[in-house]
């Protein structure tokens, strides 16, 4: 009776606002980000998945999507849990940009739904690896959001995070308003590995918010494979 009493103080002066819609949540719940109807409307990233990409591919007789059948990565296959568009995409936004680092743990939880509804292999890999932010950026933003996610993700599977394995070195400009090769031209070059830590012969879970073209991702599995690595896994939210 109490508890029902307090939610609802909490509902008349304090409403819980939907993430997306900006409506109100009701009934309040703690630790809610987002109102039922938006989350029933993200599109999840369901199989068969495009065995380089991981994307959804139409037809069960192909396992290569049409981007992907005359692209060459570095990573030895990706996958991601939701599809970029709606309210996924508003969410990662907020997520990345706007500050809202709380989101964090919500879209991990959502990303471990994913690892465990399709029985991703992820304990046989050595390390957990975030995508870095260049110091500038960093500075800006306060936190990387790739790192977040990768803590949660580690710390759910009892993992070893390496947060400092990487380093980018060039503050390149946004990737976003790039095509597909000027994407590539903008990241070459701007990674290094940080010569402490030995990846040799390790298997890598590469953790990223989101793949568009896999530039990104890429160049770095390549400098993470030149310093001696085994095996490089993308995985990100959506795609």
């Keep these: 009776m109490l508890k029902n009493f307090l939610n609802n103080l909490l509902n008349i002066f304090y409403p819980a606002r939907c993430t997306v819609c ?8 703690k630790d809610k980000y987002i109102c039922d109807l938006c989350l029933n409307s993200i599109k999840k990233n369901i199989p068969p998945f495009c065995i ?26 990706a996958f991601s849990a939701f ?8 969410l990662l936004h907020q997520f990345k940009y706007n ?22 292999e992820i304990k046989k890999f050595d390390f957990v690896v975030p995508v870095p932010l260049h110091s500038a950026k960093l500075r800006q933003r306060e936190y990387n959001q ?11 599977f009892h993992l070893t995070l390496l947060k400092d394995a990487l380093y980018k070195i060039k503050n390149t400009p946004s990737q976003t308003e790039l095509d597909a090769q ?11 590995i940080n010569p402490k830590i030995n990846l040799k012969e ?20 390549k400098i993470i494979k ?3 690595a085994k095996k490089v896994i993308v995985l990100t939210l959506a795609s």
């Design 22 to 29: 900006k409506k109100d949540i009701l009934p309040y719940k």
């Design 99 to 120: 500050g809202k680092d709380f989101l964090g743990k919500f879209l991990a939880e959502m990303l471990i739904e994913f690892i465990n509804t399709y029985q991703l």
């Design 83 to 90: 599809v970029y568009e709606g309210p996924i995409k508003e």
């Design 226 to 228: 030149l310093s001696g």
């Design 146 to 156: 790739a790192e977040v996610l990768a803590t949660y993700i580690a710390k759910n």
């Design 52 to 77: 380089k990409c991981g994307r959804h591919i139409e037809g069960v007789d192909k396992m290569v999507c049409d981007n992907c059948k005359d692209k060459t990565y570095y990573f030895d296959r």
């Design 182 to 192: 000027r994407r590539m031209e903008n990241i070459v070059g701007s990674f290094k």
């Design 202 to 221: 390790k298997d890598i879970l590469l953790i990223d918010d989101i793949l568009t073209t896999g530039a990104t991702t890429s160049e770095i599995a």
